[in-house]
């Protein structure tokens, strides 16, 4: 099946630093990619919709300028949280859609700011 | 927007029995119906996925079932398994060139006890 990637696992940073959170389709292709937001015992919310070589679209309420994404290749995703605070810290997963409609997870980072 | 309700929020079942997840969604052109497994500390992984021109479809121990009159979809898993201990999730999709974008359910805390 099709699979996805993410790196790191887990981090853990000092307020005001900027974390990059790479998101990778390792079998596949991916011309869309979406970035998720999961606070604990709680659902996905969608972040942004990337596409690859283009400007992401960002949900409403999302700061584009704190989170910034970049789609470079048809492969790899980066997600950086910027000038980071507490408030940031949660679960982010990402998802690669590889035909129509279908969408595959990656394993989640989990980012921790002190 | 599409709005996507999911119950119950938790399911405890003995070992054996049946599980049944229930969805209702708002937006009539949604067309793909996908239900993710979600453990603790990792990301969605899909199981199952229907599509609306389609009224069930089966997969081993697992069926799902669409009524697009009503605009609900369940989940049913058979013969339970503690290994079928997870959160489950629920998500409703438009078509490609509506943007694709997943909807979730609030999740379903599944607990099989041996």
């Known amino acids: 099946g099709a699979v996805v990637s993410q790196h790191p696992s887990r981090v853990i940073c000092k307020s005001g630093t900027s974390v990059k959170i790479e998101c990778r389709s390792l079998?596949?292709?991916?011309?869309?990619m979406f970035w998720y937001r999961q606070f604990p015992k709680q659902s996905l919310m969608l972040m942004a919709t990337?596409?690859?070589?283009?400007?992401?679209?960002?949900e409403q309420g999302v700061e584009k300028d704190k989170f910034l994404i970049n789609h470079a290749s048809l492969t790899l995703s980066t997600l950086t949280v910027t000038s980071a605070h507490p408030e940031d810290s949660s679960f982010y997963i990402c998802?690669?859609?590889?035909?129509?409609?279908?969408?595959?997870f990656g394993p989640g980072t989990r980012l921790t700011v002190l | 927007g599409e709005n996507v309700e999911q119950h119950p929020s938790t399911l405890s079942v003995q070992e054996g029995d049946s599980a049944v997840i229930k969805c209702t969604y708002s937006?009539?052109?949604?067309?793909?119906f996908p239900w993710y497994k979600q453990e603790l500390g990792k990301g969605p992984q899909l199981i199952i996925d229907?599509?609306?021109?389609?009224g069930e479809k089966k997969d081993q121990r697992i069926a799902v079932t669409l009524n697009k009159t009503a605009k609900h979809f369940s989940l049913h898993i058979t013969e339970t398994q503690p290994e079928d201990s997870a959160v489950y999730f629920c998500?409703?999709?438009?078509?490609?060139?509506?943007?694709?974008?997943?909807?979730f359910g609030g999740g379903t805390r599944v607990l099989v006890k041996p």
């Open positions: 990337s596409n690859e070589g283009s400007k992401a679209t960002y």
């Open positions: 998500a409703a999709s438009p078509p490609k060139a509506a943007g694709n974008k997943l909807t």
């Open positions: 079998d596949f292709q991916a011309t869309t």
């Open positions: 998802s690669a859609r590889e035909r129509a409609n279908e969408q595959f």
């Open positions: 937006d009539s052109a949604s067309n793909y």
């Open positions: 229907i599509r609306s021109n389609v």
